[in-house]
Structure formats: C-alpha cells, structure tokens
C-alpha cells in the first residue's frame, strides 16, 4: 500500500516535470 501511494506520487511528479519542461519547449520554440 505505502509502496503503491509512492509509485503514484512520483509518477505525477514525473507527469509535471514532462508537462513543465513542455511548456519550456514550446515557449522557446514560439520565441523563434
């Protein structure tokens, strides 16, 4: 169960940095 909660929070963690660093890309790709 912890395991389970932990696997869950560090894949939205992952899932936030991705949608983040996106957002980077996409702004420095409209700045172009």
Do not use: C, P, Q, S
């Amino acid at each position: 169960m912890y395991e389970a909660t932990t696997n869950a929070r560090t894949r939205d963690a992952i899932r936030a940095a991705h949608a983040e660093r996106g957002a980077v890309l996409r702004g420095l790709f409209r700045r172009k």
